[in-house]
């Protein structure tokens, strides 16, 4: 087949104009990106990481990029990385290893029946199968005397290993648990086991009246930690060269193993996973850690944290800018 001279020409004049055009393409990508921080103003900062390069970075409002803000329920996906550091170890035999087993001290004498047999799975899931100790039922339980102990004798609303029960009590069991397996304190194997390696701070956070730290609230992290620890999580498990936590970990923790009753989302170990690829660490507020493996995306997002982010509401405010704009850079 004959091309004509024209066409030629016309090929070649697009095919060189390409890669002048793509810095203008990620420029516009990027003001959608700062439009979107300026009709939200619950957001206080945004960094995308599209390979190695960080290719956006902005916090308009809230304590900026560099110092700690709170990432409420994303503790429970750090909590979770922490199990299967544990695991890699031999600290705790396997996620089919039982409460009993690995923690029997923190089980109260009035423990319900059934909860000794609560496998580690259960609790990293979110399928422990006891009352929720989040929403309504929060308040009464940060002011009980004993929060294990409240959060263990609490009724079996579900079958272990059934439905997603979204508890805090049920990561703070698994926080406790970790603490006995590995004779650490969460914050020691935070630091130990991704900040150090990281070569990021974590802070001290709350801990409960018998001194164990809250699994699965209140941790503060930098913004710029937030995004190194996605980009963790893209990378299964290395960052800047070395393996931080198992690849098959990883991996395993980005299957779904529940579904949330609230957002529709998938749930992993720790992990919300959204259809079109996201794994998502997510707080109350709006405080996001991501990762799009495919698309070599790492996303950390901070927001109000004292402001409600329903999956109806600004969560799916978020999610649009996750699934639109943020995808589109890659």
Not at 284 to 308: E, W
């Amino acid at each position: 087949m004959m091309i004509h001279p024209m066409m030629n020409r016309r090929y070649f004049m697009l095919a060189a104009a390409a890669p002048l055009a793509v810095p203008h393409i990620l420029r516009a990508q990027s003001d959608d990106l700062t439009a979107a921080l300026d009709r939200l103003p619950q957001l206080h900062s945004l960094q995308v990481r599209r390979a190695d390069q960080v290719i956006f970075a902005q916090a308009p409002r809230g304590p900026g990029l560099e110092r700690p803000a709170n990432i409420k329920s994303c503790s429970k996906s750090i909590v979770a990385l922490l199990l299967g550091a544990a695991i890699d170890r031999g600290e705790i035999a396997s996620v089919n290893a039982t409460l009993g087993t690995v923690a029997p001290d923190i089980l109260p004498a009035d423990a319900t029946p059934g909860a000794a047999d609560i496998t580690m799975q259960d609790l990293v899931t979110l399928r422990a199968g006891l009352e929720r100790t989040s929403g309504a039922n929060y308040g009464a339980w940060v002011n009980s005397r004993d929060w294990l102990s409240d959060a263990l004798s609490r009724p079996m609303v579900a079958q272990p290993g059934g439905r997603m029960l979204y508890s805090t009590g049920t990561t703070h069991i698994l926080g406790a648990a970790l603490t006995e397996a590995t004779g650490q304190s969460l914050l020691a194997q935070a630091r130990a086991r991704i900040g150090d390696p990281l070569g990021i701070e974590i802070p001290a956070w709350t801990r409960d009246p018998q001194g164990y730290y809250l699994g699965g609230n209140e941790m503060a992290l930098r913004p710029t930690a937030m995004l190194d620890i996605a980009t963790m999580l893209r990378d299964s498990g290395r960052f800047n060269g070395t393996q931080v936590l198992p690849a098959a970990w990883i991996d395993a923790s980005l299957h779904p193993y529940a579904r949330s009753p609230w957002s529709g989302l998938s749930y992993g170990y720790g992990w919300f996973l959204s259809p079109s690829g996201y794994a998502l660490g997510r707080g109350y507020g709006g405080q996001i850690i991501a990762a799009h493996r495919d698309r070599d995306l790492a996303v950390a997002i901070t927001s109000d944290p004292t402001l409600p982010a329903r999956s109806e509401g600004y969560f799916g405010d978020l999610m649009q800018l996750l699934d639109g704009p943020i995808l589109n850079l890659a």
